[in-house]
Nanobody, 123 residues
Framework: QVQLVESGGGLVQAGESLRLSCTAS????????MGWFRQAPGKEREFVAA????????YYADSVRGRFTISGGNAKNTVYLQMNSLKPEDTAVYYC????????????????WGQGTQVTVFS
């Protein structure tokens, strides 16, 4: 059994920051990549950022590169997403996910998902 629990979402004004956390438990030894995805109303779930479970390599969507930072890994079984300079278009439900594959950046390569946390950015 694997459980991913996200926290840290909320309501913020444009330009402000939020930090999301995702704590994993269970059979984490199979993890190779941890990712963050988001889904806005009426849109498909999209990739935001990912990190190797060892914490050595990171990946970002172009839309967040330079504003968001993913960190963490197997040292504490926790991954973070620091989101700075938030924009209204960042409004979405943010999901943490774990993959048994390396360099995973698409939803179909992820094996486990959290329940999601709402991030709302107003102008």
């Amino acid at each position: 059994q694997v459980q991913l629990v996200e926290s840290g979402g909320g309501l913020v004004q444009a330009g402000e920051s939020l930090r999301l956390s995702c704590t994993a438990s269970g059979r984490t030894f199979s993890f190779r990549t941890m990712g963050w995805f988001r889904q806005a109303p009426g849109k498909e779930r999209e990739f935001v950022a990912a990190i190797a479970w060892t914490g050595s390599i990171t990946y970002y969507a172009d839309s967040v590169r330079g504003r968001f930072t993913i960190s963490g890994g197997n040292a504490k079984n926790t991954v973070y997403l620091q989101m700075n300079s938030l924009k209204p278009e960042d409004t979405a439900v943010y999901y943490c996910a774990a993959s048994n594959s390396y360099s995973a950046q698409t939803t179909d390569r992820y094996d486990y998902w959290g329940q999601g946390t709402q991030v709302t950015v107003f102008s």
